[in-house]
């Protein structure tokens, strides 16, 4: 099993950066999507971004260009590379992982990830 630990959440002012890390229990490789999620209060949890098992990325419109997801040279960790944070940007953010062979389902389908992380938080001040 994948079990994701999130960390590297905090409080920022607008415009400033952050560092989110998702450790892994086991090696991700190329047998898992792992991708992030987030929710703002009194909203559904929505897709950030996803790095594909083999490697490519994609991201939500509302964070193109200022997230960037990678994985370390291990493959144990996921990271989220978030710059130009806005007030919108201010949530939960999940780290969630599935198995490769269900790449045929939207990444952004949350009931198609196995494995969750319990969550950290982000606070963007405007």
């Keep these: 099993q994948v079990q994701p630990v999130e960390s590297g959440g905090g ?7 952050l560092r989110l890390s998702c450790a892994a229990s086991e090696y991700i490789g190329r ?23 083999d490697g490519s990325t994609t991201y939500a419109a509302s964070v193109k ?14 990271y989220l590379q978030m710059n130009d944070l806005k007030a919108e940007d201010t949530g939960t953010y999940y780290c969630a992982a599935r ?22 938080q982000v606070t963007v001040s405007a």
């Design 31 to 53: 047998e898992y999507c792992m991708a992030w999620f987030r929710q703002a209060p009194g909203k559904e949890r929505e897709g950030v971004a996803a790095l594909f098992s």
């Design 65 to 78: 260009g200022r997230f960037t997801v990678s994985k370390d040279n291990t493959e144990n960790t996921l």
């Design 99 to 120: 198995p490769r062979s269900r790449a045929y389902v939207s990444w952004y389908q949350e009931t198609s990830y196995d494995y969750w992380g319990q969550g950290t």
């Design 11 to 17: 409080s920022v002012q607008a415009g400033g950066s």
